[in-house]
């Protein structure tokens, strides 16, 4: 039987193209973040708009959005490759797939950072909970992070380390930063040091997505490579 996972990709050229990407828009983030209090112009301003890490719906916001998406679309190739195969873990890949499809929609549309408000008020948090929505965010990451734990060590072990390595790095950048942000945010307000916590926040989500998505390239390159050694074995036969 063919398997779905049959998919021919460059993932060395891919990958330098996509880390070349993410250097320069963290980079570009750098430089309008700071520029943009030091220097006072429309220039800066209009380029503080679209680069800005901590700003939604620009350069960046897009860049983490079609890593999300097209991850949520090797999830589910993957998935149905395994299915196909009746492999024990199929689901897993899917309700992965399924959780980088909803992130994506929430990157697009920033989902969590409704719940801010209600979670405040009801709550009265303040400090390094002024941003609430960690709490239920971070309640449910941890859950998934232990109901994981299963599939992650079924996995051929590099690949294991990998998308432990990547899981890291994003929920660094997206939930453990959004602390030392959040306090920094309501003691100072919209200042130049809160702008550099949220850069270095979303750097961090930058630097996880793309390091989940190459381990998933590689993890469909190196099925590829198994499944075609196994037909040429059959053949020979």
Do not use: K, Q
């Amino acid at each position: 039987m063919e398997s779905a996972l049959r998919i021919s990709v460059p993932a060395r050229p891919i990958g330098r193209v996509l880390w070349s990407t993410a250097a320069l828009l963290i980079g570009l983030g750098l430089f309008t973040e700071v520029a943009a209090y030091v220097y006072d112009t429309p220039v800066l301003t209009r380029l503080d708009l679209f680069f800005n890490l901590a700003y939604e719906s620009n350069v960046p916001t897009w860049f983490s959005f079609a890593l999300l998406f097209l991850s949520a679309l090797l999830l589910f190739a993957i998935f149905r490759g395994v299915r196909d195969r009746s492999e024990p873990l199929g689901l897993y890949w899917l309700g992965l797939s399924i959780a980088f499809f909803y992130i994506s929609c929430d990157e697009a549309i920033v989902i969590h950072e409704g719940l801010n408000d209600p979670l405040r008020e009801s709550l009265g948090t303040g400090g390094v909970l002024y941003y609430p929505w960690v709490l239920p965010v971070g309640i449910a990451v941890a859950a998934i992070g232990l109901a994981y734990l299963r599939f992650l060590r079924a996995l051929p072990s590099p690949f294991g380390r990998r998308f432990m390595v990547a899981g890291s790095v994003y929920v660094t950048g997206a939930l453990l930063l959004e602390f030392p942000t959040a306090a920094w945010y309501e003691r100072y307000g919209e200042d130049l040091g809160s702008g550099l916590w949220a850069w270095l926040s979303e750097s961090f989500e930058i630097a996880g997505l793309c390091l989940f998505f190459l381990a998933l390239l590689a993890y469909v390159g190196e099925v590829r490579v198994v499944d075609a050694r196994s037909a040429s074995a059959s053949a020979s036969a």
